[in-house]
């Protein structure tokens, strides 16, 4: 369990305009999963993000070729002159492949950003964040901002993954977070299985935002659950990644 | 040799020659579909769907399902871009040129703004959507269009990045200024040119 202050609402954060690009160094490398690996990296020209915004990372080969891919920025704002990318490798990409097999401390890598604002959380409202495997990421930037700042406004995660050893920041989930598996559970686990349900979804407040990321199937069935569940149709926020078939 | 270098990266994935000069700068190729929506998906059946064209116009018009139908429909085969960085080749569409149904109208402003069911919105000038350049597109790929892809119908404006072809389009409004749509208001380009990667504000 991380500490939880309660000293009152977080802050609200203001937007400043997005940078240019710029070369980031690898400063740590943890492994989360045996598929997914957090990368911080230290930014020459580094700007306070909102959670849940995005740096594009840009990859050159020696012949000029180049490959771009966005990923969520997974650290609060706090965390000065530093951002951390989670990143699940897929097999037959192009930049994930670059960033598990060949990125170690040290090494440089271009970015820009942050970008986008709208799936963000600036503080200022109650939030459920839903996340189904490395769709986490960008919730887990509000969800530690919110333990930084000590806010006490409410946020509840409800995340899904597939087996015991898929589950992405392990040591910081804490009170606020049900988790469920699909697939395997760890031994012994007495916690939920299964897909999420509407029983693992805490009781509809109004003046909640929902934040939910995963997976295009996964966010359509837990998009549904919160409106089923009296959500705001209004109030609900969606990122979805990976090919529809 | 490029100003910057990444240590050890070598490209992996191979655009087939004759298509290279159809990806615009900064793009991969991607063979799915993938689903890029910012909110719930709208539930809108063909029934209760209609399309209006009104702003300044000389003349309101709204079409019917039905209605839509009777208008005569041109299959588009295009590339698509979409600012996340995959483009799509070789793929087709099937609609009503946004001219024809422009034309029933009279635009008496050089912009539009496109409106949709669940409240999206993107900022077009009528320039960028006439003479051939964008359609109302009720089918992809010989299928009617499945409702994550902006089903019954979305708007299409290929040589753009593909947030301007706003899924589950109800309507566009004329109007006498350009103003930012949802996408354009949060962080991305107002113009959108993949060719120019003109993706986010600062580009």
Redesign the interface.
Same mark, same amino acid.
């Given at each position: 369990m991380v500490g939880l202050g309660g000293v009152g609402p977080a802050p609200v954060l203001t937007q400043r305009?997005?940078?240019?690009w710029q070369?980031a160094t690898v400063k740590a490398i943890k492994v989360e999963t045996p598929r997914v690996k957090s990368f911080r990296l230290e930014l020459p020209m580094w700007m306070p993000h909102c959670p849940g915004q995005h740096y594009v990372v840009?990859?050159?080969?020696?012949?000029?070729?180049?490959?771009?891919?966005?990923y969520s920025i997974a650290s609060s704002p706090l965390d000065e002159g530093e951002i951390e990318l989670t990143i699940d490798r897929l097999d037959d990409?192009?930049v994930s492949?670059?960033f598990h097999d060949?990125l170690v401390e040290g090494?440089?890598?271009?970015v820009r950003g942050p970008?986008?604002?709208?799936?963000i959380w600036r503080g200022e409202s109650p939030a459920l964040l839903i996340g189904g495997g490395s769709g986490i990421a960008p919730l887990m930037s509000m969800l530690r901002h919110r333990r930084r700042t000590g806010a006490d406004t409410e946020m509840r995660l409800v995340y899904s993954v597939r087996n015991a050893d898929d589950v992405i920041y392990a040591d910081e989930l804490g009170d606020e977070t049900t988790l469920t598996f699909t697939g395997t559970p760890p031994e012994g686990w007495d916690g939920h299985v299964g897909r999420i349900d509407a029983g693992m979804l805490p009781a509809a407040d109004p003046e909640a935002t929902v934040y939910i990321c995963g997976s295009?199937g996964f966010v359509?069935s837990a998009?549904a659950l919160a409106?089923e569940a009296g959500y705001r149709?209004?109030r609900?926020?969606?990122?979805?990644?990976?090919?529809?078939? | 040799?490029?100003d910057?270098?990444?240590?050890?990266?070598?490209?992996?994935?191979r655009t087939p020659e004759e298509l290279g000069d159809r990806l615009p700068p900064?793009q991969?190729v991607?063979?799915?579909?993938?689903?890029? +929506? !910012?909110?719930?998906?709208p539930v809108i059946e063909p029934d209760e769907w209609s399309l209006r064209i009104d702003g300044m116009v000389a003349e309101e018009r709204e079409w019917t399902w039905a209605e839509f139908h009777e208008l005569e429909f041109e299959e588009v085969p295009c590339d698509i871009h979409c600012v +996340? !960085?995959w483009s799509k080749l070789g793929t087709s569409f099937r609609g009503v040129s946004v001219d024809t149904l422009l034309e029933a109208a009279e635009p008496l402003g050089p912009y539009v703004m496109a409106y949709c069911y669940g409240?999206y919105t993107t900022n077009l000038p009528v320039e960028e959507i006439t003479d051939g350049q964008a359609w109302v597109v009720t089918e992809h790929e010989g299928e009617p269009l499945?409702r994550?892809?902006g089903g019954p119908a979305r708007l299409l404006v290929p040589h753009l990045y593909f947030w301007k072809s706003a899924k589950w389009i109800a309507g566009l409004r004329v109007m006498d200024h350009d103003e930012p749509g949802?996408?354009e208001a949060?962080?991305?380009h107002n113009h959108g040119d993949p060719w120019k990667e003109e993706r986010?504000?600062?580009d």
């Open positions: 305009a997005p940078g240019k070369i840009r990859l050159t080969a020696p012949d000029g070729y180049r490959a771009q891919r966005s990409g192009e492949p670059y060949v090494d440089q890598v271009e970008f986008a604002s709208y799936f295009n359509e998009t409106l149709s209004d609900i926020r969606t990122e979805r990644f990976g090919p529809s078939s | 040799m490029p910057f270098v990444s240590r050890g990266f070598e490209r992996r994935r900064g991969y991607e063979d799915g579909f993938p689903v890029l +929506t !910012a909110g719930p998906t +996340t !960085a409240g499945p994550e892809h949802f996408w949060n962080g991305y986010y504000w600062s």
